[in-house]
C-alpha cells in the first residue's frame, strides 16, 4: 500500500510537486511565525525581567496614567525623595528603593562636540536594584547623593560613540552647560521595554537631575526591592497606607501614585504581544487553509484523472475502504513530506531573521537594532506542530477525494 | 460453477429504459470454455460485469459455486473477485510507469492469502515473461501487455478467468498467442468465459453463447472433447 502510494507520487510528478508547494508555503508561514512569536515573547520576558523581574514594585507618581505616561495636567509632583525613606522606615520588607529621574535628553559636550543625549538621575541604590555596577571606575555612592555632586556613569555605547573608544573615566564633559566629572562605565543593559537604549544613558546622582539639572523637589518613580519572602501585593498595599497621609489624600480621593509589580507587567506583554499569538497565527492558519484547498483540489484532479486505476483496483478486489485508504494515504505523504520541506524552510528563514531587531520592532524606534537581537530558532513543539499541521492538511484534504474515489463504479470506469 | 436464473437488467439512459439483460438464464461448467457472442449493445458487457461480480442484476438470481451471490456485501463481492475471478480486459488495463511484475502482483495487495512471495513471479512464467518482469508497460507490445494482464489474472489463482474482447486490440497472431494460452488454461482446468463480438475468436471455445437484445438467442457445443 505504501509503495503503491510512492508510486503514484513518482508517476505524477507535477501533481506531487504542486501539492508539495502548497502544504510548503502554509506550514512555513505557520512555523516561522509561531516560532517567531514564541522567540519575541520570550525576549521582550527575559528583557522585562532583567529590568522589574523579581522581587520588585515599580512606584510612579501621578495616578490614573499607565506607566509614566503623559499627563494631562502635567507631571505628577507628589512623590518625592522623602516618601522613600518614609516607605524605607515603615515596611522593612522593602530592602532598597531607588529613585528615578529620566531627564530625557540634553547636550552633553565633550572636547568641543555636542551630542543629545538620555540623562536619568539614580541613587547610590541602583547598584542594588538594578543590579548594575561599573566595569570600569566605579558607580557613585552614598555621599555623592548627598552633596548633589557634579559626577557621571556613561552607558557602555557611549564609550565609543562620545570618547572614541578610551577610557573616559576621569574625563570631564558638560552636561546642559554643568561640568560633570566621568567615574565610571555602567554594565551591558540592553534595551528598555519602552525602545530605550540603556547602554546610550548618562546616570548622575538623582539629587543632582533634581537640583543642578531640571531644578525640581519632587522625583517622577521609584524601583523598589522587597524581600524575596515578601507577599507582593500586601506590600503595595502598606506602600499606599504610607503614601497617602502624606499626601494629605483624604478617604474618597484616588491615588497620585501608582505601583506596578512584575505579575501585572507580564499580562500587559501578553496583550501586547497578541499581533504574535494571535494575528499572526490566524494569518498563517489561512494560508494553511489555502494551502489544504490546493491539495484537496489536485487530490480530486487525481481521482477524475486515475478514474480507470481505480476501477481496475476494484475489480481486482480493492473494497472501499482499500480505496479511501490509498488516498488518504497519498495526500497525507505527499503533506508530510511538504511539511518537513517547511521544517527546513522555516528554520533557514528564522536564523535569517535572528539578525533583524524584533524586540526594537516590536517595543518601538530606535537606532541601535543590534543591541536588540533575539536567538530565534525552531523549538522543537513549534516543529511539531508543523508535522502535526501538514498531517491534518494531508488527512482533511485528502477525505472528499478518497470518498469520490472509492464510490467509483467499476463498471462505469472500466469501459 | 455459475448460474445464471432468471437474471435481468437495465439501465436509463435519459428518459428510455435500456434493458440491458432481459430474463436469462445459463449455466457454465466448472472447467468449461464458454465464449458469448453478440454484436454490441447485446448486453454481453452487462453479462460479463455481472458473472464477474462487478455489478448485481435487478432480478433472477446469480449462484457461485453453489452459494448465492446476491446476498453477499460489496465488500464480500470484491473479496470473492480477488480470490475466485481473473479478469482480463479489451484495453488491458495495465498501470503506467509500473513494472510487469507489480502490475502482476496488484491483485495480492488487497488478497488475505499468508505467504505471497514469488507468486507474481510465477504468474509471469506461466505466460513466458519472467524475463519482462521490470519493464513497464510501455516497454512491451501489445501482446506481451495482454499476457501480463493474463499473469496478473492468474496470480491468485482462481477458478475463472472472464475475458472481455482479450484479442481486440491485438493484430492477429498476438491474438491467437493470447486464446492459445487460454486454451491451455482451460486444459489446466481454469473455467475460461470469453465474452467477443468476434465469430472466429469465438471459435476457439467448447460452446458459443449467442446474446441478442439482452436474450440468449442460441447455445451451442461446438467442440466436442
Not at chain 1, 113 to 137: C, F, L, N, Y
Not at chain 1, 241 to 265: S, Y
Not at chain 1, 374 to 403: D, F, H, I, K, T
Not at chain 2, 48 to 53: D, E, Y
Request: aromatic share 4%; glycine share 10%.
Amino acid at each position: 500500500m505504501v509503495r503503491s502510494a510512492v508510486g503514484s507520487m513518482r508517476r505524477h510528478k507535477m501533481r506531487t510537486f504542486l501539492m508539495i508547494l502548497g502544504t510548503l508555503v502554509g506550514v512555513t508561514a505557520l512555523t516561522v511565525v509561531v516560532a517567531y512569536g514564541q522567540g519575541t515573547q520570550n525576549a521582550v520576558l527575559d528583557n522585562f525581567n532583567r529590568m522589574f523581574g523579581g522581587s520588585t514594585i515599580m512606584l510612579m507618581a501621578g495616578g490614573g496614567g499607565r506607566m509614566g505616561g503623559p499627563h494631562a495636567d502635567g507631571p505628577a509632583t507628589t512623590l518625592t525623595l522623602e516618601d522613600l525613606a518614609a516607605i524605607g522606615a515603615e515596611i522593612p520588607e522593602v530592602i532598597a528603593s531607588d529613585p528615578i529621574m529620566m531627564l530625557g535628553e540634553f547636550d552633553v559636550v565633550y572636547e568641543g562636540e555636542t551630542k543629545p543625549i538620555m540623562i536619568t538621575g539614580h541613587s547610590e541604590s541602583q547598584e542594588i536594584v538594578w543590579d548594575r555596577g561599573a566595569t570600569s571606575g566605579s558607580y557613585f555612592g552614598h555621599e555623592d547623593v548627598e552633596r548633589s555632586a557634579r559626577v557621571a556613569v556613561v552607558g557602555e555605547r557611549l564609550v565609543t560613540e562620545i570618547f572614541g573608544g578610551m577610557d573616559p573615566v576621569g574625563e570631564s564633559i558638560r552636561i546642559a552647560n554643568v561640568p560633570f566629572e566621568v567615574i565610571g562605565v555602567l554594565d551591558l543593559m540592553g534595551i528598555d521595554p519602552h525602545g530605550v537604549d540603556m547602554d546610550r544613558e548618562i546616570q548622575v546622582p538623582v539629587t543632582t537631575a533634581m537640583r543642578r539639572l531640571s531644578n525640581v523637589d519632587y522625583i517622577f518613580s521609584a524601583k523598589l526591592s522587597v524581600a524575596a519572602s515578601a507577599n507582593l501585593d500586601d506590600v503595595v498595599f502598606r506602600i499606599a497606607d504610607v503614601l497617602r497621609p502624606r499626601h494629605a489624600l483624604g478617604p474618597q480621593e484616588p491615588n497620585d501614585f501608582q505601583m506596578i509589580t512584575p505579575v501585572q507587567v507580564e499580562g500587559m506583554i501578553e496583550s501586547g504581544n497578541r499581533v504574535f499569538t494571535l494575528f499572526l497565527p490566524l494569518v498563517a492558519a489561512i494560508s494553511i487553509l489555502a494551502g489544504g484547498i490546493v491539495v484537496a483540489n489536485l487530490m480530486l484532479m487525481s481521482v477524475s484523472e486515475r478514474r480507470a486505476e481505480i476501477g481496475l483496483r476494484k475489480a481486482l478486489g480493492a473494497k472501499r475502504r482499500d480505496i479511501s485508504a490509498q488516498f488518504l494515504l497519498e495526500s497525507t505523504a505527499v503533506t508530510l513530506f511538504g511539511g518537513l520541506l517547511a521544517l527546513g524552510l522555516a528554520y533557514v528563514v528564522l536564523l535569517a531573521m535572528g539578525g533583524v531587531s524584533t524586540v526594537a520592532r516590536t517595543m518601538g524606534e530606535t537606532d541601535n537594532a543590534e543591541a536588540a537581537e533575539v536567538a530565534l530558532g525552531l523549538p522543537w513543539e513549534v516543529a511539531l506542530l508543523g508535522v502535526a499541521a501538514s498531517l491534518a492538511v494531508g488527512l482533511l484534504a485528502g477525505v472528499a477525494p478518497a470518498r469520490r474515489a472509492a464510490a467509483l463504479d467499476p463498471v462505469e470506469t472500466l469501459r | 460453477m455459475i448460474e445464471l436464473t432468471g437474471v435481468s437488467k437495465t439501465y436509463e439512459k435519459g428518459s428510455t429504459v435500456v434493458r440491458a439483460l432481459d430474463d436469462v438464464s445459463l449455466r457454465i461448467d466448472r472447467g468449461s470454455f464458454v465464449a458469448i457472442v453478440g454484436p454490441s449493445g447485446s448486453g454481453k458487457s452487462t453479462m460479463m460485469n455481472i458473472v464477474g461480480l462487478l455489478d448485481r442484476p435487478d432480478a433472477g438470481r446469480y449462484d457461485l459455486d453453489g452459494s448465492d451471490v446476491g446476498a453477499l456485501s460489496s465488500d464480500e463481492l470484491a473479496e470473492a473477485r480477488n480470490e475466485r475471478i481473473g479478469f482480463v480486459f479489451q484495453s488491458f488495463h495495465l498501470l503506467a510507469n509500473t513494472t510487469a511484475l507489480e502490475n502482476v502482483e496488484l491483485p495480492l495487495v488487497y488478497s488475505n492469502r499468508p505467504d505471497i512471495s514469488g507468486l507474481g513471479l510465477s504468474a509471469l512464467e506461466r505466460v513466458g515473461l519472467e524475463d519482462r518482469a521490470q519493464h513497464t508497460p510501455g516497454e512491451l507490445s501489445g501482446g506481451q501487455q495482454q499476457r501480463v494482464a493474463i499473469a496478473r489474472a492468474l496470480v491468485n489463482d482462481p477458478d475463472l478467468i472472464l475475458a472481455d474482447e482479450p484479442t481486440g486490440n491485438l493484430d492477429g497472431a498476438s491474438g491467437l498467442e493470447i486464446l492459445g494460452i487460454f486454451q491451455e488454461l482451460n486444459r489446466l482446468g481454469k473455467t475460461i468465459v470469453l465474452i467477443t463480438h468476434d465469430v472466429e475468436v469465438a471459435a476457439m471455445a467448447d460452446r458459443r453463447v449467442n446474446i441478442v437484445d439482452g436474450r440468449v438467442v442460441s447455445d451451442e457445443i461446438t467442440r466436442g472433447d
